[in-house]
């Protein structure tokens, strides 16, 4: 062994070859160790220098000038192949922690989809303290003066995904005459009046859509005429509203639905505006369109002082190449008492098809109706009361309708369970036609 490159012992010192790192080349330095049984070995670290390794009894290790490095050790075929899996375990753990990212990121408004299921109930026991009827002249032999009936059962399914999308699915069901089977042979039908479902909701609504503040709704969906009356009224399972509930009882239908397929957009301008248009098939949300023309429909409201509202809606629609029918209306809301909200609501439908049959004449059909509520007990008790005044032919005398409604709202367990003990007082101008005093008894459930 060259003397560059051995050690030698003199006294207790030893003398080792270090690297002189500034200079580049090799020196004596001399390090003072105890001396003892140490043995040398020249080995190649790990970018190939070769070095000098005193390996001590308890494995001390001196290299060039450097803090002693272990040794590169050749590597076992066993050492490979986990070194080789670990890689792969941490390629794998961070491509998916990459994706999870991504797909956050993407479906973020996703993870805050609500959904909700509900069900609406009115369930009334209906009886006729006059025993006479809306349509009876002096006798009715046989006619049901009282009887339990299921006036409506919604069921809905909302989902709300992210700030500005939502879905809404509703089913509706109520006892409408439907045909069951036909006799050709005789000529003759037959029918029942089971409680059926059917659609009444089917729409997307998209928040912010174009400008800020507004919402579209595609598909099946509430329409603009009666919405703003029946939620101001608040008593929609005891009574309609006089746009939507004197057919059956003057036999004068008005081309107006609450609900109806097409598009709805409307927004607010500020806190003191609000506007809405629609355009509809205008045939019923019942029954499938059987012509080329639309129904557009405007609403504005505002709200010029605090517990002040007006509303005011219009409608449009073609019937023929040469007549056309529209609906006006406006309603004024006071909510300015503490626990008390007052209404009215006025309206005038006009239609070129709908003329007296002995002279003519076109006709128009119009009511008003001014309701309230008052709270006695917040989320427990309150009365509520209406007067209607409807005009079925403005063209007619004696046929106008006057209606007189009272009732206590009384939620013993809640809102989910409304118990509403109401009276209907109906006096007619016709004088074929007796007046009516009818107790309603209504459960309204929700859940």
């Not at 560059?4 to 006294?11: D, L, P, V």
């Not at 090799?26 to 220098?49: F, H, I, S």
């Not at 209406?386 to 309708?401: I, L, M, Q």
């Amino acid at each position: 062994m060259s003397q560059e490159t051995s050690s030698y012992r003199q006294g207790s010192f030893t003398r080792f070859p270090f690297k002189n790192a500034a200079a580049g080349q090799n020196e004596n330095v001399t390090a003072q160790r105890p001396a003892d049984n140490r043995q040398d070995k020249k080995l190649k670290n790990c970018k190939g220098e070769e070095e000098l390794v005193v390996l001590s009894p308890a494995k001390e290790k001196i290299s060039h000038g450097k803090r002693a490095q272990r040794p590169c050790l050749p590597k076992t075929q066993g050492q490979h192949k986990t070194q080789d899996l670990a890689q792969r375990a941490v390629k794998r753990i961070a491509c998916l922690i990459f994706f999870a990212l991504i797909v956050i990121n993407l479906t973020r408004g996703l993870v805050f989809a609500q959904q909700t299921f509900g069900t609406t109930i009115y369930f009334d026991y209906v009886y006729f303290l006059t025993d006479k009827g809306p349509k009876t002249t002096t006798t009715a032999p046989g006619y049901r003066d009282n009887f339990f009936q299921f006036r409506r059962a919604y069921f809905t399914y909302e989902n709300r995904i992210g700030d500005r999308l939502r879905f809404r699915f509703r089913y509706d069901a109520d006892n409408t005459s439907n045909v069951t089977s036909v006799n050709f042979k005789q000529g003759t039908t037959s029918s029942d009046a089971k409680l059926r479902p059917y659609m009444k909701h089917l729409y997307v609504e998209l928040s912010d859509f174009l400008v800020k503040n507004t919402r579209l709704r595609l598909g099946m969906a509430d329409t603009l005429t009666f919405k703003p009356a029946e939620d101001k009224w608040g008593y929609r399972s005891v009574a309609k509203t006089i746009v939507d509930g004197y057919k059956d009882i003057t036999g004068e239908d008005i081309d107006a639905t609450s609900a109806d397929i097409g598009v709805w957009y409307g927004g607010s301008f500020n806190k003191y505006a609000r506007w809405a248009f629609m355009l509809t098939n205008g045939s019923h949300y019942t029954k499938i369109e059987n012509d080329k023309y639309k129904k557009i429909m405007g609403q504005l409201h505002l709200l010029p002082i605090a517990g002040l509202s007006l509303v005011g809606y219009i409608d449009y629609e073609k019937q023929t190449a040469d007549a056309s029918a529209y609906t006006y209306k406006l309603d004024v809301y006071l909510e300015m008492v503490r626990n008390l909200v007052i209404g009215s609501e006025y309206f005038v439908y006009s239609n070129d098809l709908k003329v007296v049959k002995t002279t003519n004449q076109k006709y128009d059909v119009s009511g008003f109706s001014v309701y309230g509520n008052y709270i006695l007990k917040r989320d427990v008790l309150a009365v509520f009361g209406r007067y209607d005044y409807y005009e079925p032919n403005n063209k007619t005398a004696n046929d106008r309708v006057n209606l007189i409604i009272a009732g206590l709202d009384w939620s013993p367990l809640g809102s989910s369970l409304r118990i509403q003990p109401n009276i209907w007082f109906y006096q007619y101008e016709d004088t074929n036609k007796k007046d009516d005093l009818i107790f309603q008894f209504t459960f309204f459930l929700s859940f």
